[in-house]
């Protein structure tokens, strides 16, 4: 399994090592010879290099926090299972994220995206870990925080940004902005607080009466769970036993008020009464998808909904125009930055188990960098749609002829530029 060739009187000579994943350096340094000790600086460099190249593992176990219960016997398995390709496409994603939304910050204080602007960093694990475990029939649907689920759904980085900055590179033509996303499956970005929840306990229904094996993501905040709509929809949805699996994004802020200040319960996974709930460490992209896994087999199996509760958190305001320090501290901000980042922490467990190599994952960072600058001058350079294009793109199929314009008076011709997405 291995060979080392050395000549005594020259020291080290050649290494070649065949790739384990049992052995550790510990042990292959206890099997070196006396005369391993005459290797110089560089020649252990080497060494460990070699090492670090040919025994990293490709499959690694991770213990993640204990999910809390409700109505349930048993829930997910805290011990996961990530082979190394899986951690270096996580590792991608989460890094992309962040990198996308900082320069959508900076391009808002640019003034060059202009109008509503929420941003996601902190909460990437939450989208990252939940796709993970979706197969290609499920759909999602969101609020108004969603570049990094439109990002995850299909839409290329360009597209995102070039959408926030109203050019018609824009995944909408940049008619929709920040909050008006949409891809194959991917329904938004939505607005109207709260309004989602019912839309996707409809589209849940819809592949149930379809007879398609398919669940629908249905994402909101803390901030919109006290909502009676989301009632409502938790009630339609268990007594139909729709597959949709709810999920609070509990980032600890709705806008400016800590959860602990509006809700009477801050317990959400509980909140759907007679729904089963989970709450997960959402800062723990592993922990998320376990815990998606075991939601897509309870709504598959035919026991209706489930809830999620992801415990987040938002390092920016509410959006760009709140600086988010007025109803929390830069210390807590900072804290959490430095012990439940999402992509730290998963970065320093990816490679502590020894699943990637540091340079593995230096390549990634400068190679999304350059992804997201040169898609960040594309989506600054890039033209805007012509005045005439305005009224296109509104109806899937138009039935009502001239489409109205600033007054009543003022009819536009709709017109169809590209293919309707979801009709």
């Known amino acids: 399994m291995h060979k080392i060739i050395f000549d005594r009187g020259r020291g080290y000579r050649d290494l070649w090592c065949v790739q384990s994943t049992e052995v550790k350096l510990i042990k292959i340094l206890k099997m070196l010879p006396t005369c391993m000790r005459r290797l110089n600086n560089k020649g252990f460099n080497k060494l460990a ?3 670090q190249a040919n025994y990293s593992t490709e499959t690694a176990n991770f213990e993640t926090k204990p999910f809390r219960l409700h109505k349930l016997e048993d829930g997910p398995s805290t011990t996961v299972s990530l082979t190394k390709a899986d951690a ?9 994220i962040r990198r996308m939304e900082t320069s959508a910050g900076n391009l808002y204080k640019e003034k060059i995206i202009r109008g509503f602007c929420h941003l996601y960093s902190g ?3 939450v989208c990252v870990g939940i796709k993970a475990a979706l197969r290609p029939n499920d759909s999602v649907i969101t609020a108004y925080r969603a570049h990094g689920w439109t990002y995850m759904m299909g839409v290329p980085v360009l597209n995102v940004l070039a959408e926030l900055t109203g050019r018609q590179s824009g995944c909408a033509r940049g008619k929709g902005g920040s909050m008006h996303m949409y891809a194959d499956r991917f329904y938004g970005g939505n607005g109207i607080v709260g309004a989602q929840v019912p839309i996707g306990v409809g589209v849940a229904l819809a592949a149930q009466y379809q007879g398609i094996d398919a669940v629908c993501v249905t994402l909101y905040g803390d901030g919109a769970a006290n909502q009676g709509q989301v009632f409502e929809a938790y009630n339609m949805a268990k007594l139909w036993n729709i597959p949709c699996i709810f999920v609070c994004e509990n980032n600890g802020y709705g806008m400016g008020t800590s959860a602990e200040r509006a809700s009477a319960s801050t317990a959400y996974y509980s909140r759907g009464d007679f729904v089963p709930g989970i709450w997960v460490d959402g800062m723990d992209v592993l922990a998320v998808r376990e815990a998606t896994r075991y939601a897509v ?3 598959s199996s035919g026991k209706g909904p489930i809830l999620l509760e992801a415990a987040t958190y938002r390092y920016s305001g509410h959006s760009m ?7 929390r501290t830069r210390d807590e901000i900072q804290e959490v930055r ?5 992509i730290t922490s998963f970065k320093e467990k990816i490679l502590n188990a020894n699943l990637v190599t540091a340079e593995e994952l230096k390549k990634i960072e400068t190679d999304v960098r350059a992804l997201v600058d040169d898609a960040t001058k594309k989506a600054k350079a890039d033209k805007e749609i012509p005045i005439e294009e305005v009224s296109a793109d509104i109806y899937a199929e138009n039935l009502q002829g001239k489409i109205r314009g600033r ?4 009819l536009l011709d709709h017109k169809r530029i590209g293919a309707a997405v979801n009709s």
């Open 407 to 410: 007054m009543e008076i003022e």
């Open 123 to 125: 909460q990437e694990a």
């Open 297 to 299: 087999n309870h709504c």
């Open 338 to 342: 430095q012990t439940r980042d999402p």
């Open 49 to 51: 290099a070699l090492f």
């Open 88 to 96: 270096l496409d996580m590792f991608t994603k989460l890094q992309t």
């Open 321 to 327: 125009s709140d600086p988010g320090t007025s109803y």
